[in-house]
């Protein structure tokens, strides 16, 4: 099942595709939705659909309450920074201000010189859990959705913490559709893919993770509550402009095209309002 929050005339709403339609369902976004249970969404969604090349696609989550990142999660991104593989998750944070819908534009951050692609896979919390279990880590897994990870290098290289490099407003796509775990399974072998300008930057398959998807529920979960509509962002493999010789950045005019087969992409051109 695809599920995506769209954008209309009276705000938005949650949707499900249903033969190359979306069908709208009586929530404001899909968190809403996986707060309430999806069990009914036959019975809920609207007879009209609109058409899939015609959707306006908002943030999947408009107002997660947490987004929990993962650094360091690829074994080619590792590699390529010159670091160990990690024995223990790296987490850091993002705001919810910072997300923008599928084909929004990426508003470059205003004073950096430094603006990195970070392709993702990342996933939504359908299920309240709290030092979970393996199983229960899977349980509580909605599905699986495409992000990316904008950097602003300069400001994360300002101090050791780096959330003010990660978190400036309308850098980071997530959509279009959430796939349901059904049918991608726990930890899927996805491949993964980022252009800039049409040009492949990144090529990946998210079986390189070094914490798979469950492993970081399961960790992230003994750490803080994991409610529905939590978004985490897995990490990015190797290819990002930081790692490049010469370094590569993003400007004004560039566009982004990140890919995750069997889930979407993300289309998205870089904005210096």
Known sequence: MKLAT??????????????????????????????????????????DGIPVDEADFAPLVTAPGKIICVGLNYRTHIREMNRELPTHPTLFAKFADALIGANDDIVLPPGSSAVDWEAELALVIGETVSRATEQQAGEAIAGFTVANDISAR???????????????????????????????????????????????????????????????????????????????????????????????????????????????ACHNLCSAR
């Open 154 to 264: 300069d400001f994360q290289k300002y101090t050791l913490q780096w959330l003010q490099g990660k978190t400036f407003d309308q850098t980071t796509p997530l959509g279009p559709t959430l796939v349901t775990v059904d049918e991608t399974g726990l930890d899927p072998d996805l491949s993964l893919e980022c252009r800039v300008d049409d040009v492949l930057k990144q090529q990946a398959r998210t079986n390189d993770l070094v914490f798979p998807p469950t492993a970081l529920v399961r960790y992230i979960s003994a750490i803080t509550t994991l409610r529905p509509g939590d978004v985490i962002l897995t990490g990015t493999p190797g290819g990002v402009g930081a790692g490049r010789d010469p370094q590569e950045f993003l400007s004004e005019g560039r566009t982004v095209t990140t890919r995750i087969a069997g889930i979407g």
């Open 6 to 47: 769209l954008r209309t005339g009276q705000g938005t709403t949650a949707a499900v595709e249903r033969d190359g339609t979306f069908r709208t369902l009586p929530f404001d976004d899909v968190g809403a939705l996986l707060r309430t249970g999806p069990a009914k969404i036959e019975k809920q969604m609207a007879a």
